[in-house]
Every structure is written in structure tokens, then in C-alpha cells.
């Protein structure tokens, strides 16, 4: 048990969707939160982030802090998405070890895994397969940071751990169709369709299956596991059910209230066929999510609506 109360905690990337949901959670927690402006640091410079985190010294880190992007970005941008990680992740784990921080939450995400793993996907496939090309940049990077935390663990006995989210959405989602994930492009273009007209066009077949989960239900989890978990394993956090794009593309129809036409831009990528991740070790912890998916749904719309989104900005993990 890592108690948070009393402890000074470095929210990294909390303009992103997922830091921002952490800084959230976090205010229920009685504990001090340190956030870092990139106008300040630049988190891929690792002399400014030492020098910024040993002043700082804070007790715990979560580091949401990454390049992301949907399917396209991620197919376009392969040096940056490679890059811009690996340089992020070198630079906050060596400060944090240069700091002392005592622990440390890393965030990757369900691409890691091979294309063709077992579904439901256990922590265990890490490694085994050949990796999804249109992401394998950002999936390299993020198999490097759970590597770095590993081995800060196993040399200089550092509590730094790894956590694996599945498609997330919400709140802070980045709504601009070229770069964006799936969840808030179809939010967008069902919305676009019911006040403008027009057809629906998604990408791909729409058979590909995902599994969603609630921003504030990933930062809850990441919660839970700074206090309850320690160990090298990198952890599963989803939801636990999946569906196809085609089936989500409805329900985001059905909670917006819309009726029309869905049609298929097939020159567009499928990537991976089903990414369904294995939360068995996480329930054993005592988490559970609360949102579901059409909840989220209507939530990330009101978010949408009330402005709280974010257009081209690829800069947190999520
Ligand atoms: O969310 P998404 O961009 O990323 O796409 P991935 C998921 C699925 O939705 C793909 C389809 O099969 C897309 O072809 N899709 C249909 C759309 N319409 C659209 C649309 O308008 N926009 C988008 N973006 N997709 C990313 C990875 O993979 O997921 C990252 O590239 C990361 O590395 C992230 O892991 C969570 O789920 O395919």
C-alpha cells in the first residue's frame, strides 16, 4: 500500500486528456499536485527535466505524458511517434531516478500487444508476435517505457510501474478528424451529420473490434494501482467488453439521436482485427469500471458541446 496523502504528485501531460482526468481524481485524494507547463520544460529534454524534477522532488510521478494520435496519425507520423516517446520516457525516468521519486506510474497502451494475440489479451503476450504496422512505432516506444521501468526496478530496486490502457475516451479528447481516435471522430461526424446533413463515412470495414473506457475510469484505475500495486508485470486496464466499429458507429448514432446513412471509406486502414484486453489481473486488485459506454458516449458529447476538447493536439497519452 502507497499511501498518497502527505505525498507531492507530478501529474506529466496534464493538458492531455488522460492527465487531466488524473489531476481530476487526484483532488479527492489529500495530496499535493505538481504540474509542469511545456512552455517551461520541454519533457523530451532530459537535462530540463532533471533539473526541474530534482527541484521539485516530488514523492510520485504518473507519467501521461506521450505523442498520440488515432490510426492515420500514427501511420504518418512513424519518426515522431517514435521519437517524441522514447525521448519523453528516457528523460522523465532518469529524472525521476535522479530525484528520487519513490514511485512511478507508467502509461502505455493495448497496442503494445502482437496483431494476432489470444482474446481476451493477457499481460503474458507481451513480446510473443509480430507487432500491428500501422502502429508499431508508438507500440516500440511504449514497449521501451514498461522496459525502462523494468529495469530501473530490477537494478536500482526503483517501485516503477506499468500500466496498459485500452482505446480511452472523453473529456480533453482531440476532436480534429486527421489525427484523432476513432471515438471522438465519429462523435464529431454523427454530430456533423445530424446539424449538417450528409452521410456518416467511416473508415475502414467496420469489422475491427476495440474496447472503450471512460477517461475517469483510466484515471481512477491508475489511482488504484499507484496505492495497491507493485511489481515488474506491466497491468491490463479496461473495460472488459468490446464491439465493432460498425456496432459503436451506431450507439454513438443512437445517443446523439440521429437516423441517417453510414457509408464506408475502405482506402482508409482497419489495422489491428480485435484488441480485447485480459482485466483479470486488475479486478483481482479490487478495480472495477462504473461508466458505460453509453454513459461515456453522452458524456464525451456534452464535453464536445461545452467546448472541453482539443483540435490536432497529439500530446498526451491516451
Ligand atoms: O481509434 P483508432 O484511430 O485507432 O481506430 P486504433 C480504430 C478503428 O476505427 C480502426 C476505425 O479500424 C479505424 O479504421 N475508424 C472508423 C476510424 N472511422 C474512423 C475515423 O473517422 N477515425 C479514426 N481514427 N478511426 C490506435 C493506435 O489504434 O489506438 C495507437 O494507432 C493507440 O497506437 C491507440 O494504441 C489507442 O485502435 O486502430
Known amino acids: 500500500m502507497f499511501e498518497l496523502a502527505g505525498k507531492r504528485v507530478f501529474v506529466a501531460g496534464h493538458k492531455g486528456m488522460v492527465g487531466s482526468a488524473i489531476v481530476r481524481r487526484l483532488a479527492r485524494e489529500d495530496c499535493e499536485v505538481l504540474t509542469l507547463d511545456r512552455r517551461e520544460v520541454d519533457l523530451r529534454d532530459q537535462y530540463a527535466v532533471r533539473a526541474w524534477m530534482t527541484d521539485r522532488r516530488p514523492d510520485a510521478v504518473f507519467m501521461a505524458a506521450a505523442k498520440v494520435g488515432g490510426i492515420l496519425a500514427n501511420d504518418r507520423y512513424p ?39 489470444p482474446q481476451p489479451i493477457p499481460e503474458e503476450a507481451l513480446l510473443t508476435g509480430l507487432l500491428e504496422p500501422t502502429n508499431e512505432w508508438y507500440a516500440i516506444a511504449k514497449i521501451a517505457g514498461i522496459k525502462l521501468a523494468q529495469a530501473f526496478r530490477r537494478q536500482y530496486g526503483c517501485d516503477y510501474i506499468s500500466a496498459m490502457p485500452t482505446n480511452l475516451y472523453g473529456p480533453g479528447d482531440n476532436f480534429d478528424l486527421g489525427s484523432s481516435h476513432v471515438m471522438p471522430a465519429l462523435i464529431r461526424k454523427v454530430h456533423d451529420a445530424r446539424t449538417g446533413g450528409g452521410d456518416v463515412v467511416i473508415w475502414g470495414t467496420g469489422t475491427p473490434r476495440r474496447e472503450f473506457l471512460y477517461v475517469d475510469d483510466c484515471a481512477d484505475a491508475c489511482v488504484h494501482l499507484m ?58 486488485l479490487g478495480w472495477v469500471p462504473t461508466v458505460s459506454l453509453r454513459d461515456g458516449i453522452a458524456r464525451s458529447y456534452e464535453a464536445f458541446l461545452a467546448g472541453q476538447y482539443r483540435e490536432a493536439a497529439m500530446d498526451a497519452t491516451g
Do not use: W
Open 79 to 117: 519518426a515522431d511517434f517514435l521519437l517524441d516517446n522514447l525521448l519523453i520516457e528516457t528523460a522523465m525516468t532518469a529524472a525521476a531516478h535522479a530525484a528520487d521519486v519513490t514511485k512511478m506510474l507508467f502509461l502505455g497502451s493495448s497496442c503494445i500487444y502482437p496483431k494476432m494475440s
Open 227 to 284: 496505492k495497491h500495486y507493485s511489481d515488474a508485470q506491466h497491468i491490463n486496464v479496461g473495460s472488459g467488453e468490446d464491439v465493432t466499429i460498425l456496432e459503436l458507429t451506431q450507439t454513438v448514432m443512437e445517443v446523439l439521436g440521429h437516423n441517417g446513412r453510414i457509408v464506408h471509406d475502405t482506402s482508409k486502414p482497419d489495422g489491428t482485427p480485435r484488441k480485447l484486453m485480459d482485466g483479470a489481473k486488475l479486478q483481482a
